[in-house]
């Protein structure tokens, strides 16, 4: 109760207080305003007017906020004859005397160019001059579509002692709400104009014990990207574009940025150009509670973590997840962490299918945690082989050695010995090793001592002792990415080492329309796409299975077909059917494309030698188990069955189809026919055929069969509906015949028949994949396999006795099983 009645006394006392809204603003001269804007081909002097539209439509727009509500416009150049500029600005803009007081920017120390000092000093003194102050909320020019609703919220959360930061897209910010109680302190040691400003300046409110509420996101306009993106919010809101009408005017009168800008980075309010000072790594500042630990990880300021900042299309929760394991505890004071005792995350595993944007994700890691690109290194796995003794172990070596270095000079210059200027703490490097699996394979999976497979051994032994050497300071962060995470030695993936692992998949539909918007950025900016955003979504619906890599691609080709179907000279754009054509192009690694031409072969091999029959029509029937193939009893019902799994009526998880027959050549082409069609019922965006003579599989060892079997079920689970023929399972799982033992006179060993006998290695790889569930619970596959003997089919039942669930569905053609 007593702390109900403090809360309520606060709010009251906050309610009777000032909150203040202050603009920074830069004037729009000519050349020296957003130059990222002016070099995208807009020119000097269309950029500075719409800079100046975009002023004039904030200064109108905030002059009609709430009654109480202080406004500030906080000018540069901060001398007299732009005092008098700046008036007349506001009475253009229609605004009443008084309306917004002017004050000139002025920053406390003499790098007058420092955002965080501007910032610090505008906070101080507006409390000063305006005292009793609730709320003070900073905004800038560039962001127009921030409207009062954003600014009510900033100060509503300040009644309750909460900051309140809207988002820019490009990872800045656009609005801040401080509230009374927050430090000046809080803009210190905030990376400017990075992809990462926003989550910067969420840190530090949480080190200053502020906590955050992350409002609407809003365009921050300072290259030819987000004007687009502006021109794009505008155009679809017509609120919007009735309170931005001179900038939409200009927009509207054809000013259209157009060179490829250069993304990723963000100005907070609108004076971040001016911020000359270096970005420093996320982890000044002083805290002295170690809860922040908790604060720093909370969910709000996470949001903050936007792939899209680092075009990465999908991947807002893997970064995010990474963002709150391994950034929460670097945002803290290295002296704080010491005294904890605390130890960062220093390792990263990213894995998944080749293409999906680990290594991009790893990259974006990198920026997050203030990295400069000099101190991050990609390492290709095979690029540290050497063919001399002992030279791959040094190569692995070197990476480290710099750190090494940085490490060890910090710590004899805070002993004392050594050069004083080492005493600021070490930088974070970082390494990323790609393919890390070509470097790390299983030192049991390396086979029998050979040359290459001794220094792979000694390459990860080195590794590993690198990695378990890491000083507390942790100035070196690890992230690898592989397709293989079942090749990597556990002993990578221990705590210490490679600890945090996640699996970046498949994208699924949405993920696809953002990468497609990503790629198809450049296009749209040109005024070379002819599809709006629904477009896109369509597309992505169409592209299932697709890679972020292979959407790439798809686009590439798409504008590939569009300049080659122009007319020379004519003006191109790329429309929905280029682009389809080019999904069309690209086949994709987790498709059916290869499965469709495998079945075809089947088919084939399935027709009865009928003369003049054709080879794909299955014989009378066209294969899939509706209108043909009547002769084979049940089909139709089977297909049904299949088809209904597939579209995960029946739930997720495996569904597998045993289709027997065998005895005559009829028997054995019918069986074959029956899979297909049950195959092709699934309809399945993943086709996979594994036949026991495939030339993968000829001439390999049980345990390589194995391999490839548990490989191809394992690639399937990733897709959401998946169907994987295992044609001849009986020989898959190598069936054979184990003679009997006849009537012996004077033996007393009982005479046994004949019997089907497996490899134990194969038909475990058999069972495994038939009892294999997805890891995603929605998701679905159909094994359809066949067995081309009775026998063995008999006996692959009795094996199963008990567990016949392995079989949800089974067709006898020609025979009855007996199980
Ligand atoms: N999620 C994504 N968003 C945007 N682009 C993507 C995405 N995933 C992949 N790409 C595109 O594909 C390219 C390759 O991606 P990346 O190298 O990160 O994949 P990877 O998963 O590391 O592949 P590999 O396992 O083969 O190394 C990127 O340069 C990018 O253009």
């Given at each position: 109760?007593?702390?109900?009645?403090?809360?309520?006394?606060?709010r009251a006392r906050l309610r009777a207080s000032t909150p203040v809204l202050v603009l920074v603003a830069k004037y729009p001269t000519p050349g020296a305003s957003k130059t990222r804007?002016?070099?995208?081909?807009?020119?000097?002097?269309?950029?500075?007017?719409?800079?100046?539209?975009?002023?004039?439509?904030?200064?109108?727009?905030?002059?009609?906020?709430?009654?109480?509500?202080?406004?500030?416009?906080?000018?540069?150049?901060?001398?007299?004859?732009?005092?008098?500029?700046?008036?007349?600005?506001?009475?253009?803009?229609?605004?009443?005397?008084?309306?917004?007081?002017?004050?000139?920017?002025?920053?406390?120390?003499?790098?007058?160019?420092?955002?965080?000092?501007?910032?610090?000093?505008?906070?101080?003194?507006?409390?000063?001059?305006?005292?009793?102050?609730?709320?003070?909320?900073?905004?800038?020019?560039?962001?127009?579509?921030?409207?009062?609703?954003?600014?009510?919220?900033?100060?509503?959360?300040?009644?309750?002692?909460?900051?309140?930061?809207?988002?820019?897209?490009?990872?800045?910010?656009?609005?801040?709400?401080?509230?009374?109680?927050?430090?000046?302190?809080?803009?210190?040691?905030?990376?400017?104009?990075?992809?990462?400003?926003?989550?910067?300046?969420?840190?530090?409110?949480?080190?200053?014990?502020?906590?955050?509420?992350?409002?609407?996101?809003?365009?921050?306009?300072?290259?030819?990207?987000?004007?687009?993106?502006?021109?794009?919010?505008?155009?679809?809101?017509?609120?919007?574009?009735?309170?931005?009408?001179?900038?939409?005017?200009?927009?509207?009168?054809?000013?259209?940025?157009?060179?490829?800008?250069?993304?990723?980075?963000?100005?907070?309010?609108?004076?971040?150009?001016?911020?000359?000072?270096?970005?420093?790594?996320?982890?000044?500042?002083?805290?002295?509670?170690?809860?922040?630990?908790?604060?720093?990880?909370?969910?709000?300021?996470?949001?903050?973590?936007r792939g899209e900042a680092f075009g990465i299309g999908g991947l807002d929760e893997a970064l995010q997840t990474i963002a709150r394991r391994v950034l929460a505890t670097r945002a803290?004071?290295?002296?704080?962490?010491?005294?904890?005792?605390?130890?960062?995350?220093?390792?990263?595993?990213?894995?998944?299918?080749?293409?999906?944007?680990?290594?991009?994700?790893?990259?974006?890691?990198?920026?997050?945690?203030?990295?400069?690109?000099?101190?991050?290194?990609?390492?290709?796995?095979?690029?540290?082989?050497?063919?001399?003794?002992?030279?791959?172990?040094?190569?692995?070596?070197?990476?480290?050695?710099?750190?090494?270095?940085?490490?060890?000079?910090?710590?004899?210059?805070?002993?004392?010995?050594?050069?004083?200027?080492?005493?600021?703490?070490?930088?974070?490097?970082?390494?990323?090793?790609?393919?890390?699996?070509?470097?790390?394979?299983?030192?049991?999976?390396?086979?029998?001592?050979?040359?290459?497979?001794?220094?792979?051994?000694?390459?990860?032994?080195?590794?590993?002792?690198?990695?378990?050497?890491?000083?507390?300071?942790?100035?070196?962060?690890?992230?690898?990415?592989?397709?293989?995470?079942?090749?990597?030695?556990?002993?990578?993936?221990?705590?210490?080492?490679?600890?945090?692992?996640?699996?970046?998949?498949?994208?699924?539909?949405?993920?696809?329309?953002?990468?497609?918007?990503?790629?198809?950025?450049?296009?749209?900016?040109?005024?070379?796409?002819?599809?709006?955003?629904?477009?896109?979504?369509?597309?992505?619906?169409?592209?299932?299975?697709?890679?972020?890599?292979?959407?790439?691609?798809?686009?590439?080709?798409?504008?590939?077909?569009?300049?080659?179907?122009?007319?020379?000279?004519?003006?191109?754009?790329?429309?929905?059917?280029?682009?389809?054509?080019?999904?069309?192009?690209?086949?994709?690694?987790?498709?059916?494309?290869?499965?469709?031409?495998?079945?075809?072969?089947?088919?084939?091999?399935?027709?009865?030698?009928?003369?003049?029959?054709?080879?794909?029509?299955?014989?009378?029937?066209?294969?899939?188990?509706?209108?043909?193939?009547?002769?084979?009893?049940?089909?139709?019902?089977?297909?049904?069955?299949?088809?209904?799994?597939?579209?995960?009526?029946?739930?997720?998880?495996?569904?597998?189809?045993?289709?027997?027959?065998?005895?005559?050549?009829?028997?054995?082409?019918?069986?074959?026919?029956?899979?297909?069609?049950?195959?092709?019922?699934?309809?399945?965006?993943?086709?996979?055929?594994?036949?026991?003579?495939?030339?993968?599989?000829?001439?390999?060892?049980?345990?390589?069969?194995?391999?490839?079997?548990?490989?191809?079920?394992?690639?399937?689970?990733?897709?959401?509906?998946?169907?994987?023929?295992?044609?001849?399972?009986?020989?898959?799982?190598?069936?054979?015949?184990?003679?009997?033992?006849?009537?012996?006179?004077?033996?007393?060993?009982?005479?046994?028949?004949?019997?089907?006998?497996?490899?134990?290695?194969?038909?475990?790889?058999?069972?495994?994949?038939?009892?294999?569930?997805?890891?995603?619970?929605?998701?679905?596959?159909?094994?359809?396999?066949?067995?081309?003997?009775?026998?063995?089919?008999?006996?692959?039942?009795?094996?199963?006795?008990?567990?016949?669930?392995?079989?949800?569905?089974?067709?006898?053609?020609?025979?009855?099983?007996?199980?």
């Open positions: 109760l007593p702390s109900t009645f403090a809360l309520a006394a606060r804007l002016a070099a995208s081909g807009l020119g000097d002097a269309r950029t500075a007017e719409v800079a100046r539209a975009m002023l004039l439509d904030v200064l109108a727009r905030h002059a009609r906020a709430g009654p109480r509500v202080q406004r500030v416009l906080l000018f540069s150049p901060p001398d007299g004859a732009h005092a008098d500029k700046f008036a007349r600005l506001l009475r253009e803009a229609g605004c009443a005397e008084g309306d917004w007081t002017l004050v000139p920017m002025r920053s406390t120390d003499a790098r007058s160019s420092n955002l965080t000092a501007v910032l610090m000093d505008a906070l101080t003194r507006v409390r000063a001059r305006f005292a009793p102050v609730s709320t003070t909320i900073f905004i800038g020019a560039d962001a127009p579509t921030v409207g009062e609703d954003a600014v009510r919220a900033a100060i509503v959360a300040g009644l309750d002692g909460r900051a309140h930061l809207c988002p820019a897209e490009d990872g800045g910010y656009t609005l801040l709400g401080v509230p009374a109680d927050a430090p000046a302190s809080i803009f210190a040691g905030v990376r400017w104009s990075a992809a990462t400003t926003a989550i910067s300046q969420a840190a530090r409110l949480a080190e200053a014990g502020v906590r955050v509420d992350i409002g609407a996101t809003f365009v921050d306009v300072d290259d030819a990207a987000s004007f687009e993106d502006l021109r794009e919010k505008l155009a679809a809101d017509d609120g919007q574009r009735a309170l931005c009408s001179r900038v939409w005017a200009l927009i509207e009168h054809g000013v259209a940025a157009h060179a490829e800008p250069n993304a990723g980075a963000a100005d907070a309010p609108a004076a971040a150009e001016a911020d000359a000072t270096a970005a420093e790594p996320l982890r000044t500042g002083a805290c002295s509670d170690a809860a922040v630990v908790a604060r720093a990880a909370q969910a709000g300021e996470l949001q903050l973590v803290l004071n290295p002296a704080l962490v010491e005294r904890l005792r605390l130890r960062h995350t220093r390792g990263l595993l990213l894995h998944g299918p080749p293409g999906t944007g680990k290594t991009l994700a790893a990259r974006a890691l990198g920026r997050l945690l203030g990295c400069a690109d000099e101190r991050v290194r990609l390492v290709a796995g095979p690029e540290l082989y050497n063919q001399y003794v002992g030279r791959s172990e040094s190569n692995v070596r070197e990476l480290f050695a710099d750190a090494e270095r940085e490490q060890r000079e910090y710590a004899e210059a805070a002993a004392g010995v050594g050069d004083a200027g080492a005493r600021a703490p070490p930088r974070l490097h970082m390494l990323i090793f790609d393919e890390i699996d070509a470097l790390t394979a299983r030192r049991a999976d390396t086979d029998g001592g050979s040359g290459a497979s001794v220094t792979g051994s000694l390459v990860l032994s080195q590794l590993l002792a690198k990695l378990d050497g890491l000083s507390p300071l942790n100035n070196i962060f690890v992230a690898g990415t592989t397709n293989r995470l079942d090749a990597i030695d556990e002993a990578l993936l221990r705590p210490g080492r490679l600890e945090l692992q996640l699996e970046i998949g498949l994208p699924a539909v949405g993920a696809r329309a953002q990468i497609l918007h990503i790629h198809t950025a450049p296009l749209r900016r040109e005024g070379r796409l002819a599809l709006d955003a629904a477009g896109l979504d369509a597309l992505a619906a169409l592209a299932v299975n697709y890679t972020g890599a292979e959407l790439e691609a798809a686009v590439r080709a798409a504008v590939s077909r569009t300049v080659v179907g122009a007319r020379r000279g004519a003006p191109w754009s790329v429309s929905a059917r280029e682009l389809e054509a080019g999904l069309r192009d690209v086949r994709p690694a987790f498709g059916d494309a290869d499965g469709r031409e495998a079945l075809a072969r089947m088919c084939a091999r399935g027709a009865p030698p009928r003369a003049g029959a054709a080879p794909n029509d299955g014989g009378g029937g066209d294969g899939d188990g509706r209108a043909g193939d009547a002769e084979i009893a049940g089909l139709p019902e089977l297909c049904a069955r299949v088809r209904s799994a597939a579209r995960g009526e029946l739930g997720g998880g495996t569904f597998a189809v045993l289709v027997c027959g065998a005895g005559t050549d009829a028997l054995a082409r019918a069986r074959t026919r029956a899979a297909v069609a049950a195959a092709r019922a699934a309809d399945a965006p993943l086709l996979r055929v594994l036949a026991s003579e495939e030339p993968r599989l000829l001439g390999k060892r049980p345990f390589e069969r194995a391999e490839v079997l548990a490989r191809t079920v394992r690639e399937a689970h990733r897709s959401p509906v998946s169907c994987v023929v295992l044609e001849h399972v009986d020989r898959l799982a190598g069936a054979h015949l184990v003679r009997g033992l006849p009537p012996c006179a004077g033996d007393s060993a009982t005479p046994t028949a004949a019997r089907v006998d497996f490899d134990r290695e194969l038909l475990g790889a058999v069972v495994g994949a038939l009892t294999a569930q997805p890891r995603e619970p929605t998701h679905v596959c159909v094994l359809v396999c066949t067995c081309a003997s009775d026998a063995a089919c008999d006996a692959l039942f009795s094996r199963t006795a008990g567990e016949d669930a392995f079989f949800h569905a089974v067709l006898a053609v020609g025979h009855k099983v007996s199980s």
